[in-house]
Every structure is written in C-alpha cells, then in structure tokens.
C-alpha cells in the first residue's frame, strides 16, 4: 500500500505563493505519472498538474504560467510552487500517483489552501 503524505497547505492573501510538497513511502520510479489535483465543495476534483513518465507535464489553463511542478526522486517527492495566487485557487489539493504496474491510483490526504484577503 503506498502511502503519499502531503504539506504546505495554508491561508495566503491573493498574489501570494504557496509551495505544496508530497512525499510517498517507496521510489517514485515506480509510477508513471505524478500530479496535483484540486477539489472545491460541490465540484468533482479536478486536475491542477500532472507529469508523466516521458517528462511532459500538463496543467490546468488556469494555472498555467503560475504553478510550476517538479519532482526530487531522491527525496521520493513532488512539489507544486504556486505563485500569484488568486481566490480561485481555494480548495483541498490533493496529490495523486499512478503506479507502472497496475494503473492504480493512490491519494494523499488533501490539504487545504484558501486564498483571501
């Protein structure tokens, strides 16, 4: 069972930075896509930056040019920088991982970020 431990949620005036970091139990080089993902009340979660085996990632349109992911597989983690944020960006994110072998997905425990003067 892996298990993905997430940080850096917080509450930030609009324009400012958080930076939220997921670190899971065993190598990362056991999956083939990592990301971030974000879920506000009464809407299905939604995907914010995910990056895959070949080195691409994606983002979200809204987030693009603001977030940046990146990955440290010595320390088994991922990290989104989030800059300029804006109250939009209010939500519980979630980091997620896809395993090589299965497909299956594992979650971390959400952490919030609110954003708001």
């Known amino acids: 069972q892996v298990q993905l431990v997430e940080s850096g949620g917080g509450l930030v005036q609009p324009g400012g930075s958080l930076r939220l970091s997921c670190v899971a139990s065993?190598?990362?080089?056991?999956?083939?896509?990592l990301g971030w993902y974000r879920q506000v009340p009464g809407k299905q979660r939604e995907l914010v930056a995910k990056?895959?085996?070949?080195?691409?990632?994606n983002y979200a349109d809204s987030v693009k040019g603001r977030f940046t992911f990146s990955r440290d597989d010595a320390k088994n983690g991922w990290y989104l920088q989030m800059n300029n944020l804006t109250p939009e960006d209010t939500g519980v994110y979630f980091c997620?991982?896809?395993?090589?072998?299965?497909?299956?997905?594992?979650w971390g425990q959400g952490t919030q970020v609110t954003v708001s003067s």
């Open positions: 990056t895959f085996d070949g080195g691409w990632t």
């Open positions: 065993g190598s990362t080089s056991r999956f083939y896509a």
């Open positions: 997620n991982a896809v395993a090589f072998a299965t497909g299956a997905n594992s």
